[in-house]
């Protein structure tokens, strides 16, 4: 299947994702910026959760996977878990869904490297790849919401349902929760919250997309807002 195509805009160099447009007064807003919170410690909280046994998959991880990208950037991904690739490799999204997932972020000028963090809801994979628990999730959010708050992104982009309902609270479908932009409260500061399918469904689902680049485009849209205001 070819993924790489579909996030391309038509009729332009591939050198530059966007249309001309969009990619107009970006360029502040992707840069990596400095302004984490230094109250809390990534290095220190990555240690924390290497060393957590607060769950059951604890014992059956190969490694706890932390967070990867540059804390302080503009945006921050929230996935799911771990899959077999990221236990192995120790780092999220570094497997198929991963791959497109880059692709997704490169269609936006982004890239972990120098504009995006990334992160899960669960830090340890679930065995054989099952959805995660609700105590699973309940123990690890905490994590998560530290993780954020060091980071302060401008916007989060939540792929998959497990995420949108870990930060957003809600049980509601993806169907009936993209297209607008939803907002989480963290220490008083609400935080824009684009939400979206998980790469790893558009993998199987590749008709879905459409959908998924109307939500990119309400990102970069999101983002650029924010850096106007
Ligand atoms: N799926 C996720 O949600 N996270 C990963 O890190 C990999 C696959």
Not at 128 to 147: A, F, I, K, M
Request: proline content about 8%; hydrophobic content about 40%.
């Amino acid at each position: 299947m070819g993924l790489g195509p579909v996030w391309e805009l038509r009729n332009q160099p591939s050198e530059s994702p966007l249309p001309q447009q969009l990619d107009a007064g970006l360029t502040a807003a992707r840069k990596p910026v400095a302004e984490s919170n230094h109250t809390i410690d990534l290095g220190a909280l990555a240690q924390e959760v290497a060393q957590c046994k607060a769950c059951g998959l604890c014992q059956t991880r190969t490694q706890t996977v932390f967070a990867d990208g540059v804390p302080g950037s503009p945006l921050m991904v929230v996935g799911e878990a771990p899959g077999a690739d990221e236990d192995q490799q120790g780092f999220p999204f570094v497997g198929r869904a991963g791959q497109l997932l880059d692709k997704m972020l490169h269609a936006l000028g982004m890239n972990r490297r120098s504009n995006v963090y990334i992160a899960n809801v669960l830090k340890c994979r679930p065995p054989g790849n099952r959805n995660p628990e609700v105590s699973e999730v309940e123990q690890c959010t905490p994590y998560l919401l530290q993780q954020i708050q060091a980071s302060q992104p401008k916007v989060l982009f939540l792929v998959g349902r497990f995420a949108i309902n870990a930060l957003l609270n809600t049980e509601k479908p993806i169907s009936q929760l993209r297209g607008v932009v939803h907002h989480i409260e963290l220490h008083g500061r609400q935080i824009p919250a684009v939400v979206s399918y998980h790469p790893a469904y558009l993998l199987r689902r590749p008709e879905e997309k459409s959908k998924s680049w109307d939500d990119l485009l309400l990102l970069n849209n999101t983002l650029n807002s924010i850096v106007q205001s």
